[in-house]
């Protein structure tokens, strides 16, 4: 299902080159056209490649990943970064071993509209930071098998999250829901405080109707939301004007400000994603997302996992 995407952004993508495709499946979607199609990692390193994109399911990314380093083939796996944290550990590790870009593919932070945040957080333009808080909800995926909502759909805003703030995770407690008969949550409420002191609060289930995809913001000088729906973020500020209707001034604990909707360049998420990879594999700079982070991405969502099971905060 990414697999197709995948191969669509790196047929555009200046300086890489799409050469093969393997799919024990087969090609239901059409993808490979007339490159040759495998079944098998091993015969795509037969080939002859310089990387591999593995949009597999996330209990194969060990075992590919792992023949990848193996035959010093860079890598970029689909997140989360492997089934377990143990899993994560040898791969990223095999990755470093032998110099290897290895990759995840964390596409939220991607996406332009927190792109565009960052960069004004960095700006200074929020102050200090006080809270992140995010919900992701809609309709389950029905291609989704091998793991929870947790490792599926919370690890993106576990990435997004430490990603904008530049901060790890301190804490997490969580508390999950099983409701659709399989062995992994469906729902997750995660509350939690990361290392610089900015408390954070994430809302994911694949148990709604209504599809949601937002992360706010909160600092001294207002508040952003961005909206990786549409990739839409707006600014709300804190201001000076005070209100002269009493009960609405004695609730508010700021006055309220001016509104933005900020209008900037939006390029498809993942081929800024995959731009981001290849400049890696160049030695340029680059911001993508190391297997290092998806493997501490991948802690968090482990730590939600077992403060949901036992009941109590985990400390990361």
């Known amino acids: 299902m990414m697999g197709r995407h995948h191969a669509r952004v790196m047929r555009s993508i200046e300086g890489m080159e799409l050469v093969a495709v393997a799919d024990p499946m087969g090609d239901k979607h059409g993808v490979a056209g007339d490159l040759p199609l495998f079944e098998t990692v091993d015969q795509l390193i037969e080939h002859g490649v310089d990387a591999v994109m593995c949009a597999v399911p996330t209990g194969m990314h060990e075992e590919v990943g792992l023949k990848l380093a193996e035959a010093g083939v860079h890598a970029m796996v689909e997140k989360p970064i492997a089934e377990n944290v143990q899993a994560g550990e040898r791969l990223a590790g095999a ?22 945040l960052r960069r004004r957080l960095d700006d200074g333009q929020l102050g200090q930071v006080y809270q992140v808080s995010t919900r992701r909800e809609g309709p389950f995926p ?7 909502v947790v490792k599926d759909l919370a690890t993106h805003d576990i990435d997004l999250t430490a ?11 969580a508390e999950t829901v099983k409701v659709a008969g399989r062995a992994y949550e469906d729902m997750v409420l995660a509350v939690g405080r990361l290392e610089n002191g900015v ?3 994430h809302t994911v289930n694949w148990l709604s109707a209504v599809k949601e995809r937002s992360t706010v913001v909160t600092g001294e000088n207002g508040v952003f939301v961005a909206d990786t729906l549409t990739a839409d973020l707006r600014f709300f500020e804190n201001g000076t ?8 001034e004695n609730f508010r604990g700021v006055t309220e400000g001016d509104a933005f909707r900020y209008a900037f360049e939006k390029q498809e998420p993942l081929k800024t994603e995959h731009e981001a990879w290849r400049d890696a ?19 968090v969502a482990e730590a939600m996992i077992e403060s949901a099971s036992v009941g109590h905060e985990i400390e990361l």
Do not use: C
Not at 163 to 173: C, E, G, K
């Open 163 to 173: 990603w904008l703030t530049r901060s790890s995770y301190a804490r997490i407690s």
């Open 281 to 299: 594999i160049l030695g340029k700079p680059s911001e993508y997302v190391s297997m290092a982070e998806g493997l501490n991405t991948l802690r």
């Open 199 to 201: 408390i954070v609060n």
């Open 241 to 248: 004007v005070r209100s002269t209707w009493q009960p609405v």
């Open 142 to 148: 029905a291609r989704i098998a091998d793991v929870g």
């Open 95 to 116: 990755f470093a071993e032998v110099g290897l870009i290895g990759a995840v593919g964390h596409i939220e932070r991607f996406n332009p509209a927190l792109q565009e």
